[in-house]
């Protein structure tokens, strides 16, 4: 009886051996295609940036082009393209969040195997900490969304102020409300940044803090 137990205790840990073997290949795998898919949204937000003034200089031929002088035509574009760029961003951003789930999991597949045999513990460079890294952290991603948020952020101000027919605005006025505009996309971004974050946070980081990964 006690053998008969003790082969099926051997053939349950063979069985979770072999799924966290599998489990760690395509999360690990999944983690690195996130990269790439990441720059590859990046790509998405420089086309979509360049189109406003590729229409404009198109539009307006040799008119001259001043800000408080845009065709509510282009404001809508501008407003558009803006709108385009905060979701870009927003997936942009949540796939980073994402890619740090992943690594998390990946470091806790580590941990189980760690806490069972300790003489492997000297040949892990890679960390075995669930904590690490933040979900939040954002680490080269931050300056993907610092310029998309500053770019998308200018197209709302511009496309805002054409549909409003807001060329009366002059000097300190102009430059209060542009900024304004400007500020409230930028909270708006974050505020989306942070629920995305939240939204993703729960799962590994049981296991007592060791070491940490990017």
Not at 105 to 111: D, E, K, S, Y
Not at 186 to 211: D, F, T, V
Request: proline share 3%; hydrophobic share 45%; net charge neutral.
């Amino acid at each position: 009886m006690d053998e008969k137990k003790l082969k099926e205790e051997s053939q349950r840990q063979y069985l979770s051996v072999e799924f966290l073997l599998e489990e760690y290949r395509s999360i690990a795998a999944t983690h690195d295609r996130m990269r790439g898919i990441i720059n590859q949204m990046f790509y998405y937000f420089l086309l979509l940036a360049a189109v406003p003034f590729t229409v404009a200089s198109i539009v307006l031929g040799g008119t001259e082009f001043t800000i408080l002088s845009i065709p509510q035509s282009l404001g809508w574009l501008f407003v558009i393209m803006s709108a385009s760029i905060l979701f870009l961003s927003l997936a942009c951003a949540s796939a980073r969040f994402r890619q740090n789930q992943y690594a998390r999991t990946v470091n806790g597949i580590r941990a189980y195997f760690a806490d069972n045999d300790a003489t492997i513990l000297p040949y892990l460079y890679l960390p075995t900490a669930t904590e690490k890294p933040q979900i939040k952290y954002l680490g080269h991603v931050f300056w993907y969304l610092l310029a998309m948020i500053l770019v998308g952020g200018t197209y709302a101000c511009l496309g805002t102020f054409s549909l409003l027919s807001a060329d009366f605005l002059t000097g300190l006025e102009a430059f209060v409300g542009y900024t304004c505009v400007f500020i409230l996309f930028i909270w708006l971004s974050l505020r989306l940044y942070s629920r995305k974050a939240s939204e993703q946070s729960p799962g590994l980081g049981l296991q007592p803090e060791r070491n940490s990964e990017e």
